[in-house]
């Protein structure tokens, strides 16, 4: 599975392009996806699927675009949609730009297939309620959004966000993970499990 990485939106969110087989998924398009489309095209992919770790506006602000201009469904958990209806979810607060409204379908954790390859999905609520991580551990590979981050974690100060919870989150679905899985993070650059076990500070109390 290739894997490459656009910086999107205001605030410079990670959105993933995975491909394998001609085939393709994108993780959290979180702004104008015009680059993803495209590499899309100048590759010969067709896009399957477009994965959302959770639904804050910089996660989606390229949801509706992508999935318009592809026909690819948008897949994301339902404990967020109540984020659709606040300026959490929608933007336009400080200058920053409105998203416009999408369709989905909600996606239960468990297994999944995306690219011909095994995906758990984790239900790792701390930075949002709904929070999703994507695991393929053909390619030893996390998609996180804002969980954790290199040496560090998501905030939990926003509404539905709670500090005990997501840590709990990291603990159970993460660090359970090979040590050499590969952390994909919302913002920043990745990092790895055992990485994170070692010198995550707000993780200082944890057992290896």
């Known amino acids: 599975m290739q894997i490459r990485t656009f910086a999107l939106g205001p605030l410079q969110t990670n959105c ?43 996660h989606v602000g390229g949801n509706r675009k992508l999935a318009q201009e592809t026909g690819a469904p948008i897949l994301a958990s339902s404990e967020d949609a109540y984020l659709m209806e606040t300026e959490l979810g929608l933007g336009g607060f400080m200058g920053l730009p409105r998203i416009e409204m999408f369709e989905y379908e909600n996606i239960k954790p468990g297994a999944h297939r995306f690219l011909g390859l095994e995906c758990t999905v984790f239900r790792t609520p701390g930075h949002s309620p709904g929070s999703l991580s994507f695991y393929f551990p053909d390619a ?32 159970e679905s993460i660090f359970t993970l090979p040590d050499e899985t590969a952390i994909y993070t919302g913002h920043g650059e990745a990092t790895n499990v055992g990485d994170e076990k070692r010198n995550n500070p707000f993780f200082s109390d944890f057992h290896l």
């Open 140 to 171: 030893a590979a996390v998609f996180v959004g804002d969980l954790v981050f290199y040496r560090s974690v998501g905030r939990t100060d926003f509404p539905g966000g709670d500090f005990d919870t997501l840590k709990h989150s990291v603990m």
């Open 16 to 58: 993933y392009l995975l491909s394998r087989n001609g085939e393709a998924v994108v993780v959290d398009p979180g702004g104008d996806p015009a680059a993803v489309l495209g590499a899309l095209e100048n590759d010969g992919l067709t896009l399957t699927h477009i994965l959302n770790t959770h639904f804050h506006f910089d």
